[in-house]
């Protein structure tokens, strides 16, 4: 019921939609708040009122769901309570008819069957199509089914559609792909590579004894056994060395693919200071050696083609260029609805508190 689960605090002050508070179109300007009346407002986005009563449904429903799960919440009126569950709740109130609006701007919809479907899906996971254990959770948490739909179901469904909206906006195009390629080809190219065995030895008399022994014919597993600092974590001594940069220790990868032959053995190769402080702390007396055997040729890297990389480019591309984008049209998209947001006294958030100061200044109903 985990997934259940998640959509009853979704909708337990985690989320809750606009259309339970009002309803209406986005407009230009907020608004003016009806402040009279048995259920006067407690917020106003653009044309859309949140009231009293839909703010005191939604925190029956948290506190329903702590008795449930047997949470004790801060006293009413105390100002943990306003900060810890009035202010959350309504803050998810008018965050959700802002997306509410963006989405009539957009025009984005979702529709009835759509969030039936969703609704069903979710009672077939949770209670395999058992409808006396879905009626019995539902009036466990004191909710309605019409509380999931619009509350829970309906705005995920809207982000979504969103964020799918804004993103086909900014598509990386098949041109922009390719450019990128083009600008870029030195960092699609396939490393040189070669198959070799390797001792790393505490000093350098070990390191020429090691190297005699190999030189001679020794089981260079042996050796690795007998000589090596790296023998816990590469028994046999095997590596495919590769010629990306900083992939090796840079003495190491020098030696590897410069003069040493097929099946010949290096003299004794000074570990880089910095590297062997870093990985090495304390082991090498005074200066750590690698001995290394060349196994076989180097195997010529290549220029990978478009082809290979393209999806790889794109995805890239989608992760920086459009997410930028989208982060900054998102952001002025919420910065229109701030505008158009307004609060009845004692229900506005609290002011972000300045650097060194101790108060958040949060205020109470």
């Given at each position: 019921m ?8 979704t909708?337990?002050g ?12 986005s407009?230009?300007?907020?608004a003016?708040l009806?402040t009279?009346?048995?259920n006067?407002?407690v917020?106003?986005?653009?044309n859309?009122h949140?009231?009293?009563?839909d703010?005191d449904?939604q ?6 769901a702590?008795?449930v799960q ?10 943990t309570y306003?900060?810890?569950v009035?202010?959350?709740?309504l803050a998810r ?5 802002q997306v509410?609006?963006i ?5 984005v919809?979702?529709?009835d069957?759509?969030v039936?479907?969703?609704l069903d899906?979710a009672?077939k996971q949770?209670?395999?199509n058992?409808t006396?254990?879905?009626?019995a959770?539902l009036?466990?948490?004191g909710?309605?089914e019409?509380?999931?739909?619009t509350?829970?179901?309906l705005p995920?469904l809207?982000e979504?559609?969103i964020?799918a909206?804004?993103k086909?906006q ?7 792909v390719?450019d990128y390629y083009?600008s870029h080809?030195s960092?699609?190219k396939?490393?040189?590579t070669?198959?070799v ?9 070990d390191a020429?004894?090691?190297r ?5 014919g020794q089981d260079f597993g042996q050796?690795?056994?007998k000589y090596?600092?790296?023998y ?8 495919t060395a590769?010629?990306?940069p900083?992939?090796l220790?840079?003495?190491?990868q020098?030696a590897?693919f410069?003069?040493?032959?097929t099946g010949?053995?290096t003299?004794p190769?000074?570990?880089?200071s ?5 990985k ?7 200066t750590?050696?690698f001995?290394?055997k ?12 478009f082809?290979?990389?393209?999806d790889?480019?794109?995805s890239?591309?989608?992760q920086?260029t459009?997410?930028?984008?989208l982060q900054?049209r998102?952001?002025?998209?919420l910065?229109?609805?701030k505008k ?8 506005a958030?609290?002011?972000p508190?300045k650097?060194?100061?101790t108060?958040s200044?949060a205020?109470?109903?």
């Open positions: 985990r997934r259940f689960s998640s959509t009853l605090l909708l337990l985690v989320l809750a939609l606009a259309s339970a508070c009002g309803g209406g179109s407009g230009s300007s907020a003016s009806n009279s009346g048995s006067p407002d917020a106003v986005v653009g859309t949140i009231t009293r009563n703010l449904h925190i029956s429903l948290r506190a329903k702590a008795l047997k949470q004790t919440l801060p006293k009413p009126g105390s100002a306003q900060s810890q009035v202010q959350p709740i109130l008018v965050t959700n008819a509410q609006n989405a009539d701007q957009l025009g919809k979702v529709s069957s759509e039936q479907t969703q899906t009672v949770q209670f395999g058992d006396a254990k879905y009626q959770y009036k466990q948490y909710l309605t019409d509380d999931i739909k509350q829970a179901i995920s809207l979504n559609k964020i909206k804004l086909s900014y598509a990386i195009s098949d041109k922009q390719q083009n080809k960092s699609y396939s490393p040189d070669r198959k065995h390797y001792i790393l030895t505490k000093n350098k008399a020429q004894a090691a005699t022994a190999a030189v001679k050796l690795v056994k090596s600092l790296d816990k974590n590469n028994a046999s001594g095997a590596l590769t010629s990306t900083g992939s220790e840079q003495n190491f020098n590897v410069q003069d040493l032959q010949g053995v003299v190769v000074e570990v880089d910095t590297y062997a402080q870093q090495l702390p304390g082991e090498c007396k005074p750590c050696y001995v290394i060349a196994d076989d040729d180097i195997v010529k890297g290549g220029q990978q083609s082809s290979q990389v393209k790889q480019i794109k890239t591309l989608e920086t459009q997410a930028q984008k900054t998102i952001q002025q998209l910065a229109t609805q158009i947001t307004k609060y009845a006294a004692g229900f958030p609290p002011t508190a650097p060194g100061s108060s200044g205020p109470t109903t």
